[in-house]
T-cell receptor, first 112, second 111 residues
Framework: DSGVTQTPKHLITATGQRVTLRCSPR?????VYWYQQSLDQGLQFLIQ???????AKGNILERFSAQQFPDLHSELNLSSLELGDSALYFC???????????FGSGTRLTVV | DQQVKQNSPSLSVQEGRISILNCDYT??????FLWYKKYPAEGPTFLISISSIKDKNEDGRFTVFLNKSAKHLSLHIVPSQPGDSAVYFC??????????FGTGTRLKVLA
């Protein structure tokens, strides 16, 4: 157990739907990062939050949004889902960006 | 634009021999590099890192080498063990808050 908890582990949904992925960071970590891993692709950075505020944005689609709550857990919202959104979504947390992230085990999203 | 490249999708090595995983980058602003290991159904786990002020960092069986002029880093695993079989990702950052990851190399250590 890495200390970073992601739920659900698996999610199957239809095109056009909306889903929410949840992440609880490791205790004491203020930064939360979201990454997407599509088939045969590396980990694509989506967005980072630090202590409730958005800190950095990557290749995140406008259909996707995220937030970090006062208790530091984070949610990634994916809407108007398309088949191409099927991927593994990882959350990671760290104290600083130089610590080396600690990743959760991911949420596998399948859009049918 | 793939700023971090791992050109070998897979590598097979005999147990006890050296595994060498390679990574190239294009952004000269990167100043910190990391290697992660990923087993199936698990998230990536941090393995080893190196700052751009160094050219080598060692941790047990794992050594990372950095060649800044060639924009190249490599991970050496000696001796390789069957439990090392996993996907290895290299990552780089430039003092910002995000890591740029390569596409990974699947290492298979044969017993």
């Amino acid at each position: 157990d890495s200390g970073v908890t992601q739920t659900p582990k698996h999610l199957i949904t239809a095109t056009g739907q909306r889903v929410t992925l949840r992440c609880s960071p490791r205790s004491g970590d203020l930064s939360v990062y979201w990454y997407q891993q599509s088939l045969d692709q590396g980990l694509q950075f989506l967005i980072q939050y630090y202590n409730g505020e958005e800190r950095a944005k990557g290749n995140i689609l406008e259909r996707f949004s995220a937030q970090q709550f006062p208790d530091l857990h984070s949610e990634l919202n994916l809407s108007s889902l398309e088949l191409g959104d099927s991927a593994l979504y990882f959350c990671a947390s760290s104290v600083t960006s130089r610590d080396g992230y600690t990743f959760g085990s991911g949420t596998r999203l399948t859009v049918v | 634009d793939q700023q971090v490249k791992q050109n070998s999708p897979s590598l097979s090595v005999q147990e006890g021999r050296i595994s060498i995983l390679n990574c190239d980058y294009t952004n000269s602003m990167f100043d910190y590099f990391l290697w992660y290991k990923k087993y199936p159904a698990e998230g990536p786990t941090f393995l080893i890192s190196i700052s751009s002020i160094k050219d080598k960092n060692e941790d047990g069986r794992f050594t990372v080498f950095l060649n800044k002029s060639a924009k190249h880093l490599s991970l050496h695993i000696v001796p390789s063990q069957p439990g090392d079989s996993a996907v290895y990702f290299c990552a780089a950052t430039s003092g910002t808050y995000k890591y740029i990851f390569g596409t990974g190399t699947r290492l298979k250590v044969l017993a």
